[in-house]
């Protein structure tokens, strides 16, 4: 059978994954925190017919070999880190990272995730939660007395009393990772860490190269509609390619097929 039918094939199955990638991008252009995905392709194994350098007398040998590939496979889905832009909203408790690091955030099951997110809320006890009601870590509670709320640029939250005074609470800290890429999300705008991420480092805002917190503002998606767009008509055009290679391949067998004596 043509080697051209399954190579084929394959790059079909390998565009229609990268669509499935932009489309996901695309769906999450407001969501807060998100990091755009990128495939990643290889190309498979070749089939060689003569190798290069093989002996063609005895004192020359052929400089190319002779082989065919077989297609292209899915190698990753590599998520990009880069900032995304910040608006600003106002909101006492919505927090942006200007630079690198992450939230912690402890799970139902007592896990530690990590988000981008940082469009808090304060549930009926007083603790900084997110929109899902997850703990923010270390936990932080805000007193029933407090008229105002304010977080600065290296995660110290304090907070205005009714009798006017200042109550410091805590600072938020937050964590990096050597591999970020590495990192598994699980949805709801958190990752867990993973073997490929690394052991988390914990430090504050604004030292050892982790970034500020800027109250106020929250990040946004750093997709690039545009980009993904001609991506998109990138991986459209390639699919027709790789499906007309079928349809070529299969009129060749169809022209073999009728052929007569």
Do not use: C, W
């Not at 969501?31 to 060689?48: A, H, S």
């Not at 052929?62 to 106002?90: C, D, M, S, W």
């Not at 391949?249 to 097929?257: G, K, N, P, Y």
């Amino acid at each position: 059978m043509m080697i051209s039918l399954y190579s084929a094939a394959t790059g079909m199955s390998a565009q229609q994954l990268k669509l499935d990638t932009i489309a996901n991008n695309l769906a999450n252009v407001d969501t807060t925190g998100y990091k755009r995905m990128r495939v990643e392709f290889q190309d498979l194994l070749y089939q060689y017919a003569k190798n290069p350098g093989t002996p063609t007398a005895a004192l020359s040998s052929t400089p190319t070999g002779l082989y065919v590939g077989h297609g292209v496979k899915t190698a990753a889905t590599t998520r990009i880190f880069t900032l995304g832009n910040f608006e600003q909203t106002g909101n006492a408790l919505d927090l942006a990272i200007a630079g690198d690091g992450f939230f912690q955030i402890q799970l139902q099951d007592g896990r530690i995730a990590y988000t981008r997110d940082g469009s808090f809320k304060v549930d009926s006890e007083g603790r900084i939660v997110t929109a899902n009601g997850l703990l923010l870590i270390p936990n932080i509670e805000i007193p029933e007395n407090a008229v105002s709320i304010s977080v600065s640029p290296d995660g110290v939250v304090s907070v205005e009393l009714q009798d006017g005074s200042v109550q410091e609470l805590g600072t938020i800290t937050l964590v990096r990772f050597v591999n970020p890429a590495g990192l598994k999300a699980i949805g709801d705008n958190l990752y867990v860490a993973t073997p490929s991420s690394g052991e988390p480092i914990e430090g504050t805002p604004g030292q050892d190269g982790f970034g500020s917190i800027k109250q106020g503002f929250l990040e946004k998606s750093n997709v690039d509609v545009v980009r993904e767009m001609v991506d998109m008509i990138t991986a459209q055009r390639a699919y027709e390619f790789n499906s007309k290679v079928i349809q070529t391949a299969d009129d060749m067998l169809r022209t073999i097929s009728n052929l007569k004596r």
